[in-house]
C-alpha cells in the first residue's frame, strides 16, 4: 500500500497538536491516521512514581523512536501495528495497545520528529509549528495542570530543568529539516489549507 507521511513538530504548546487534528478532521476517516511521538515514552517499570516523574522527558533518549521509526515503515508497507498507549499521569506505558491500521495519510506528531534522521528519512512532508515561547509556555502551564493533574510548582521546575533546555538544544536546532514552517500554529488557516490541499490530491489522485 502506497501512502504518505507527514510530520509534524514543533516545541511544546506551539500547537503542533492542533494543526495536527485540523488536519485529521479535514480528510476522510478512512484514509488518516496518527502516530503521536509521546506515545512511544520508554517504559520504566524499575523505577517508582517519583523517580519516573523526574526524567528528562524532552531528551530523545527518553523516546523509543527506533519502535516508532519501525511501525511507520511498516504502515507504508500496508501492515497493520500495535502502537503503544502512554499514561502520562503514572508515566507508565499502559497494558493495552492501539491497533492501527494502514492508510493513505499518516500523520506523525511530536517535539522531537525531526531530530532522528531514520526518522525523517521516512516522511514525505515535514511542517514546524513555530511559537512564540511565552506562549507556548502559557499553554504548556494549562494543560499540564488542566489535563495531567500537575501542579504549577511541578511545572515550573520542569520547564527551566528540562523543558528549555532541551528545546534550545533539539527542537529548535530540528526547524532546520521543516519543508513548510508555520507561524502561529492552529491559527493560521492559509498554512492549514495549503496542508490540507495537498493531502486532500494525494488522496483523490
Not at 94 to 112: F, M, T
Not at 147 to 157: I, L, P
Amino acid at each position: 500500500m502506497s501512502c504518505l507521511v507527514i510530520g509534524i513538530a514543533g516545541g511544546t504548546g506551539s500547537g503542533k497538536t492542533t494543526v495536527a487534528r485540523r488536519v485529521v478532521a479535514a480528510l476522510p476517516p478512512s484514509a488518516v491516521v496518527t502516530l503521536e511521538h509521546d506515545a512511544y515514552y520508554r517504559d520504566r517499570p524499575d523505577l517508582t512514581l517519583e523517580q519516573r516523574s523526574q526524567l528528562n522527558f524532552d531528551h530523545p533518549g527518553s523516546l523509543e523512536t527506533e519502535l516508532l521509526v519501525h511501525h511507520v515503515d511498516r504502515l507504508r508497507a500496508g501492515e497493520t501495528i500495535d502502537a503503544p498507549v502512554y499514561d502520562f499521569v503514572e508515566h507508565r506505558r499502559r497494558a493495552e495497545a492501539r491497533r492501527v491500521e494502514p492508510r493513505a495519510i499518516v500523520v506523525v506528531e511530536g517535539i522531537l520528529v525531526f531530530v532522528e534522521p531514520a526518522l525523517r528519512a521516512l516522511m514525505d512532508i515535514k511542517v514546524f509549528v513555530d511559537t512564540d515561547a511565552d506562549i507556548r509556555v502559557f499553554r504548556r502551564i494549562r494543560r499540564d495542570i488542566e489535563q495531567r493533574g500537575r501542579t504549577f510548582d511541578s511545572v515550573r521546575d520542569q520547564y527551566y530543568r528540562t523543558v528549555r533546555p532541551m528545546h534550545l538544544e533539539f527542537v529548535e536546532p530540528s526547524k532546520r529539516w521543516a519543508d513548510l514552517i508555520v507561524p502561529e500554529g492552529g491559527n493560521n488557516q492559509v498554512a492549514l489549507d495549503l496542508i490540507i490541499n495537498k493531502l486532500q490530491s494525494v488522496i483523490t489522485a
